[in-house]
C-alpha cells in the first residue's frame, strides 16, 4: 500500500552506529481513526498442511474509518522467518452491507511444501501483519504487526486395528496402530514419537466414543495395548495434537463379541 512502501523505505535508511535500525522498534502505526475490528484466519481454523499437498485459505480483515477502507495488505509471519505472502495481487476489500465507513478485506493464500513454502521448524503460533489505508486525502492509515493469531501445523495421521475378530466375550483384545506426521521437507509422514494418544469405545448402535486408556507412541511411532472383550463396537485411537500437529483420530475397527 502507499503509506507502507513509504514507512518500509524510511526504516531502511535509518542507521544506528552504522547497522540497519530494527524494524521491530517501529512495530504498529495509526494516523487518523482508523481501526482494525475483527480478523478470521481459515475460517477460525488452525492451518493443517499436509506431507505433499497444497492448502489454500484465506484471511480476512475488518477495518472502520469515518472515511471507509480504500485497501490492505496482509502479510503472515511465523517461527524461524517464516513467511507467508497472499497469492492474489491484493486483498479485495467490501464494504459493509450495513455501514459504508465498514469493509472486511481478504486475501488468499497458497502452502504448498514441495516447493518449500513451509518448512518444520516453522510449524507453530503466527501471526497477521496487517495494514489497511482509508480513503481520503488524509493518508489515515493502522498497521498492526500482530493483528490476530493462529497455528500452521503439520498434519498428523492415525491407523487402528483391533484382533482377533471375532471374539469370545472376556478375552483378550489386543489393539495396535501407528502415529505418524507431515514431514513437509521430504514430502512423507514420519513416525512421531513418545506422543500420548487415547485409546476410546463405542458402542455399536452409539454414536460417541468414550476413553478407555492412555498410552504413549514409541520411537517408530507405535501404538500397542489389550483390552478385555464385552460387547460389540468400535476402538480408535485419538491423538490431541500440539502446537506444531494437528491432532487426529483414527476410523473405527469394529469388533465382533460373541
Request: glycine share 8%; charged share 20%.
Amino acid at each position: 500500500m502507499r503509506k507502507r512502501t513509504t514507512t518500509v523505505a524510511l526504516l531502511a535508511a535509518f542507521t544506528v552506529a552504522g547497522a540497519a535500525l530494527a524494524p521491530a522498534a517501529f512495530a504498529d502505526g495509526v494516523e487518523g481513526d482508523t481501526k482494525i475490528t475483527k480478523v478470521v484466519v481459515n475460517g477460525g481454523k488452525n492451518v493443517v498442511v499436509g506431507a505433499a499437498t497444497v492448502k489454500k485459505f484465506t484471511v480476512s480483515v475488518t477495518a472502520t474509518d469515518d472515511q471507509g477502507i480504500a485497501g490492505a495488505e496482509i502479510d503472515l509471519y511465523g517461527p524461524n522467518d517464516g513467511l507467508l505472502i497472499s497469492t492474489s495481487a491484493a486483498a479485495k476489500c467490501v464494504v459493509s452491507s450495513t455501514s459504508a465507513t465498514t469493509s472486511t478485506c481478504t486475501a488468499t493464500y497458497s502452502v504448498d511444501p514441495r516447493v518449500a513454502d513451509v518448512f518444520n521448524n516453522e510449524a507453530g503460533n503466527w501471526v497477521v501483519d496487517a495494514w489497511v489505508d482509508a480513503n481520503g486525502d488524509d493518508s489515515n492509515y493502522v498497521w498492526k504487526e500482530n493483528a490476530g493469531s493462529f497455528k500452521v501445523q503439520r498434519a498428523s495421521q492415525l491407523t487402528v486395528n483391533a484382533a482377533p475378530e471375532p471374539v469370545v466375550k472376556g478375552k483378550t483384545i489386543t489393539v495396535t496402530g501407528k502415529l505418524t506426521r507431515a514431514n513437509w521437507e521430504t514430502g512423507k509422514n514420519v513416525a512421531l514419537a513418545n506422543q500420548s494418544v487415547a485409546l476410546q469405545f463405542r458402542k455399536a448402535g452409539t454414536t460417541t466414543y468414550t476413553n478407555v486408556k492412555g498410552i504413549k507412541s514409541t520411537s517408530t511411532g507405535a501404538l500397542k495395548t489389550t483390552v478385555k472383550a464385552s460387547v460389540d463396537g468400535y476402538y480408535r485411537y485419538s491423538y490431541a495434537g500440539i502446537t506444531t500437529t494437528a491432532g487426529v483420530s483414527a476410523a473405527g475397527d469394529y469388533i465382533d463379541v460373541r
